[in-house]
């Protein structure tokens, strides 16, 4: 630990927690304490069960202590309260699997894996469903090459989309394609409340969901909301893309969500003569799972062949399903599947004060 980060913890253990009358650190009470080199500090509280409204108090405390502190930009204190395991309700009671597709970074491919992914389970058997969360930027209705709005249900409820052999949805389904989506963050939650409570999804072995880059109030309203099976984080080999997945993997480490795997895509492009090269590094996601001790599913070549069947809205593991490419995809699902199981652990109901 470096000087800086250890000054901080002694400041915040000076802050005595109510329930053990030693130090938050001492008590356990603090994790995740991060301080970046451009001064951005980050620290989750973790409060027991029913005690989070005592422990807001000491939450502002502990942030207002660490603002004080020289050379601190800006601080992220979160509480979470541990409340019991999380309950499938709304439009997901009957929903077995509920996987997040996440990459902490835009740009990486990962709304293309998520489609291809989500076929593949199809493939193999599985009820699947997609839903497409990334309210910023909503990929689905170009790479599923869905035109048309969902139908709605009874009382006030939406259809999903059938396409594929999947049930989709997507906020891009609702709003014209050409509308700028300007929303802060109340509605960004609002509309992923709806899509998680107001979709009748039925009976799936498998729900898919395209997170947003990045790791904030939408990724947060998820983990308060669904009992999640685990993640499976996208990033491509390049070291700025691997600085993102490091703090993906520390988002779902405090909310306690399993990390079913790391997929390392453009992982290389494969020449004529049988070569790979390799454009944007080698391994690099593979060594990041490593280092963090969370399984990795494989590696995405560039394939031309994905790029024209997601611009044409055709996926290639349904398009293509005997190509090189689409069994990669199956054999990164059936992975994912199995570490389901090998992974799961009880995991608390996590409410963000």
């Known amino acids: 630990m470096n000087n800086r980060l250890a000054q901080l913890q002694e400041r915040l253990d000076a802050i005595e927690d109510p329930l053990t009358g030693k130090g938050l650190f001492t008590s356990g009470r603090i994790l995740g304490l991060d301080w970046r080199d451009d001064g951005k500090v980050s620290f989750t509280i ?28 800006s601080v992220v204190a979160v509480l979470t309260a541990h409340e019991g395991p999380p309950r499938q309700t709304g439009g997901i009671a009957k929903v077995k699997h509920i996987i997040a597709i996440a990459s902490a970074k835009g740009g990486v491919g990962k709304s293309t ?71 802060r963050g109340a509605m960004a939650t609002s509309a992923v409340r709806q899509m998680i409570d107001e979709v009748v999804w039925g009976e799936l072995d498998m729900l898919l969901i395209d997170m947003p880059p990045g790791t904030g109030d939408v990724q947060l309203t998820l983990v308060q909301r669904v009992g999640l099976a685990g993640a499976i984080i996208i990033s491509t080999p390049q070291e700025m893309a691997l600085a993102d997945v490091r703090r993906g993997i520390a988002m779902f480490d405090k909310t306690r969500t399993p990390v079913l795997g790391v997929v390392e895509n453009m992982a290389y492009l494969e020449t004529p003569d049988g070569g790979r090269q390799h454009l944007f590094g ?37 398009s293509a399903p005997n190509s090189a490419t689409a069994q990669r995809f199956r054999e990164i699902a059936e992975a994912a599947r199995g570490n389901i199981a090998r992974l799961a652990k009880p995991a608390p109901r996590i409410s963000v004060v």
């Open 46 to 73: 973790e409060a027991p069960a029913g005690e989070a409204a005592r422990y807001a108090k000491l939450r502002d405390r502990a942030e207002a202590d660490a603002r004080a502190m020289k050379g601190v930009t």
């Open 113 to 183: 894996l998520a489609v291809n992914l989500a076929c593949a389970f199809a493939a193999l058997g599985f009820k699947t469903g997609l839903l497409d969360l990334d309210v910023y930027g909503p990929s689905a209705p170009t790479l599923l090459g869905v035109r048309e709005k969902p139908a709605p249900g009874p009382d006030k409820t939406i259809l999903p989309m059938e396409v594929y052999g999947l049930k989709t949805m997507s906020i891009g389904y609702l709003v014209d394609a050409a509308s700028a989506m300007i929303w």
């Open 282 to 318: 080698e391994g690099g996601a593979r060594r990041t799972a490593a280092e963090a001790g969370v399984p990795f599913l494989g590696e995405m070549p560039i394939d031309i062949q994905l790029r024209i069947a997601s611009d044409m809205g055709h996926p290639l593991v349904a």
